[in-house]
Nanobody, 127 residues
Framework: QVQLVESGGGSVQSGESLRLSCAASGYTYSNYRMGWFRQAPGKEREGVAGIRSAGSAIYADSVKGRFTISRDNAKNTLYLQMNNLKPEDTAMYFC?????????????????????WGQGTQVTVSS
């Protein structure tokens, strides 16, 4: 049974940093592509960053240069380092997983690419 558990969210001031973690269990983590998504109240879910099983990554334009996705296959954990946070980054953040299928990397930012989702962790950025 695949389980994804996010942590690391919180309330910060604009310009500060947070690191989100997603602990995975129930599958061979290293064979899976992973992604971070977010959803703010009244808005659609947005793909933030994705990382292939082999490690190549892609970012939404809105976070490029500020966020870094990484994975530690030995610890079965996905990370999202978020620097220079802005109020518009306020949202519930979710991690997602699915078996790697080597589709074009843009698919890593699409929710339909993932079968497994965590419960989310809230990030609130005040100005």
């Amino acid at each position: 049974q695949v389980q994804l558990v996010e942590s690391g969210g919180g309330s910060v001031q604009s310009g500060e940093s947070l690191r989100l973690s997603c602990a995975a269990s129930g599958y061979t983590y290293s064979n899976y592509r992973m992604g971070w998504f977010r959803q703010a109240p009244g808005k659609e879910r947005e793909g933030v960053a994705g990382i292939r099983s082999a490690g190549s990554a892609i970012y939404a334009d809105s976070v490029k240069g500020r966020f870094t996705i990484s994975r530690d296959n030995a610890k079965n954990t996905l990370y999202l380092q978020m620097n220079n946070l802005k109020p518009e980054d306020t949202a519930m953040y979710f991690c997602a997983a699915n078996f790697e299928n080597w589709r074009p990397i843009l698919w890593l930012l699409r929710g339909e690419s993932y079968n497994f989702w965590g419960q989310g962790t809230q990030v609130t950025v005040s100005s």
